[in-house]
Nanobody
Framework: QVQLVESGGGLVQAGGSLRLSCAASGRTFSRTAMGWFRQAPEKEREVVTT????????YYADSVKGRFTISRDNAKNTVYLQMNSLKPEDTAVYYC????????????????WGQGTQVTVSS
């Protein structure tokens, strides 16, 4: 099991940027796919982006392609989400999650979750 702690959320104006970080504990971090998910009020949790063990494969939801970038540093047990050109519709609680697979974009595969960090984009 991997323990995850997100940080970096906050309030930003539309068009601005934020960088989220997710620190993981556990010896198997380098052998887990990682992902960022988000949940807005009264909406279902949705996948934002995922990354493979090595960082060589990534998946992005259409809504964030070209604006968000996921990366990971296995030496630091940390995964990042760089969010640029933020829009009000990006407002949500963002969750970091880990899956015991090389690569996946299915929320059902992610068994370890962080507590979430709020991102609010004002218009």
């Amino acid at each position: 099991q991997v323990q995850l702690v997100e940080s970096g959320g906050g309030l930003v104006q539309a068009g601005g940027s934020l960088r989220l970080s997710c620190a993981a504990s556990g010896r198997t971090f380098s052998r887990t796919a990682m992902g960022w998910f988000r949940q807005a009020p009264e909406k279902e949790r949705e996948v934002v982006t995922t990354i493979s063990w090595t960082g060589g494969s990534t998946y992005y939801a259409d809504s964030v392609k070209g604006r968000f970038t996921i990366s990971r540093d296995n030496a630091k047990n940390t995964v990042y989400l760089q969010m640029n050109s933020l829009k009000p519709e990006d407002t949500a609680v963002y969750y970091c999650a880990a899956a015991s697979k090389f690569m996946t974009a299915s929320v059902e595969d992610f068994g370890s979750w962080g507590q979430g960090t709020q991102v609010t984009v004002s218009s």
